[in-house]
């Protein structure tokens, strides 16, 4: 999990997601990308039409399920969109542009790995602790206890290296995660993982950093200004003294920074490029990077690259060199390098000034249209132009939380209603689809008599088709207020 940021059972039977045909079999399951007009004239309710059964298929491979189990039908769907493989799509071109930094034969692409991971692979085999909180229902999607869709393309991390194929890699994939709904989150996104590694059983005398210093050398100095105060390693941010010496981190350090610092490059000189065509009068700020010291359990030390966008400093991915623990139990314990991921979606809203990350999931053809021909000429690259923006509905939602018995409040650490926002988010992104814009908790209040608690959030709705009558609208939050009541048994207020 590069990214900062980081219930009730239900399915359905004999569901086939990815099948050569490209068919989705559902048991009338809402579907994620639907006409806004077809969203409102159903009178059924999805939630309740569904069949709880044991299997569920999964690009033609089927699971068992068990109390884990908290996937709802329009993520299931979304498993076989991947964005990343689509000609002509934002997504699709941003990971080209970043690839061709990084090329082959040295780095090798992997593009079509299997959403579906065990928790080995997606937590264990990167040093996640056991009460890691990623590992929580509240914010994975879960098949079963030992199955579930990734959280992040570092779930192939081990498994790469494994198979020990190339120097280098990159692995572009669809990632999921239970998260808050506004407009740059979405529980179904894109990530690119990223290493490079050295062998000292390959390299003349064993001396990694020589031949890492070697490398630095080939590649181009990046035209940028780079604000880096850190030393390599600190207390905060450790060498790996066990198993590295100064010279080979401070070498891979290097040789890391510079790669992700022409990456960039590249990226926002597209940008620019882009800006200008769109209005030759633009005039942007000239670009600039820092290195951020940081966290990760599978690098150390690690970092974050910031860039100065718009007046501030945003985060656009995270980077280390990899825990030598993950080579050695990978089987190959005489290599050492260094790994970054990034969110391509976030990337995507820069490079073509897309402001809501709902657009990359539309059908329209006005928003498609926009993007045509860029795969194959990625000169032709311009900014995006928003189609008519519809007002907005905003309702409140408010309840009353349910009592935690003594015993299940004894034993759970912290706040027992923390996941209640991404409980509720995660309905409403199930009951309306794309039509929720954001769903915000805007109190938390405790009645100073009673003792109950109620929470407050403000969904904001707006379809990307039309304008929404305050009777659509109303018709829309009466679903999601029937839902919540339902799945989490609260009292409505």
């Not at 939630?47 to 908290?70: A, G």
């Not at 692995?171 to 996104?189: K, W």
Request: aromatic content about 10%; overall charge neutral.
């Amino acid at each position: 999990m590069w990214a900062t940021r980081l219930t009730t059972a239900h399915s359905c039977a004999g569901r086939a997601i990815g099948s050569p045909a490209r068919q989705v079999n559902r048991c009338n399951a809402v579907p994620f990308l639907r006409n806004t007009r077809r969203l409102l004239s159903q009178d059924a309710w999805p939630l309740e039409r569904r069949q709880i059964m044991d299997d569920v298929s999964i690009n033609n491979t089927t699971y068992k399920k068990d109390s884990w189990f908290n996937i709802p039908d329009n993520v299931f769907h979304m498993t076989t969109h991947r964005l990343h493989l689509r000609k002509d799509h934002p997504v699709a071109i941003t990971r080209q542009i970043i690839e061709s930094v990084f090329p082959a034969p040295t780095f090798k692409y992997h593009n079509n790995f299997d959403p579906v991971v065990t928790t080995h692979q997606n937590f264990d085999s990167l040093g996640f602790p056991p009460d890691h909180p990623g590992r929580m229902k509240t914010d994975t999607f879960y098949i079963n206890k030992d199955t579930l869709l990734r959280t992040h393309t570092s779930a192939h991390q081990a498994d790469v290296f494994r198979a020990n194929e190339s120097d280098g890699y990159l692995i572009s994939a669809d990632v999921y995660r239970r998260d808050e709904i506004d407009r740059s989150h979405y529980p179904v996104f894109h990530q690119m993982e990223g290493a490079r590694s050295w062998d000292r059983a390959k390299v003349a005398n064993g001396d990694v950093a020589s031949a890492v210093w070697a490398d630095i050398l080939k590649l181009p100095s990046p035209k940028v200004k780079v604000k880096d105060p850190h030393p390599t390693y600190s207390d905060r941010n450790p060498l790996q003294a066990k198993h590295h010496s100064e010279a080979e981190a401070t070498a891979i350090a290097a040789h890391l920074k510079r790669s992700l610092e022409n990456m960039v490059v590249e990226l926002f000189s597209r940008a620019r490029a882009a800006a200008l065509k769109a209005d030759p009068d633009f005039v942007d700020e000239p670009l600039k990077v820092r290195w951020v010291e940081a966290y990760f359990p599978f690098t150390s030390p690690s970092w974050e690259m910031e860039v100065l966008y718009n007046g501030g400093w945003l985060e656009v991915l995270g980077c280390g060199i990899v825990q030598q623990d993950i080579y050695i139990n990978a089987g190959v314990p005489s290599q050492l390098g260094w790994a970054f991921g990034l969110g391509l979606e976030r990337l995507a809203m820069l490079l073509f000034n897309i402001k809501d990350i709902r657009v990359f999931w539309s059908q329209d053809r006005r928003i498609l249209g926009q993007f045509k021909g860029v795969s194959e000429d990625l000169s032709t690259l311009k900014r995006y132009v928003p189609v008519s923006k519809h007002p907005y509905s905003r309702k409140d939602l408010s309840f009353w939380l349910p009592p935690i018995p003594e015993a299940a409040a004894g034993e759970q650490k912290g706040d027992v209603y923390a996941g209640v926002p991404k409980e509720i988010a995660s309905i409403v992104h199930e009951v309306v689809g794309e039509v929720a814009e954001e769903v915000k908790k805007v109190d938390d209040f405790v009645h100073p008599t009673t003792g109950k608690r109620s929470h407050c959030y403000s969904i904001t709705y707006r379809s990307f088709e039309r304008t929404l009558s305050s009777e659509e609208a109303n018709k829309l939050h009466d679903r999601v207020r029937w839902a919540v009541e339902e799945r989490l048994g609260v009292e409505l207020r």
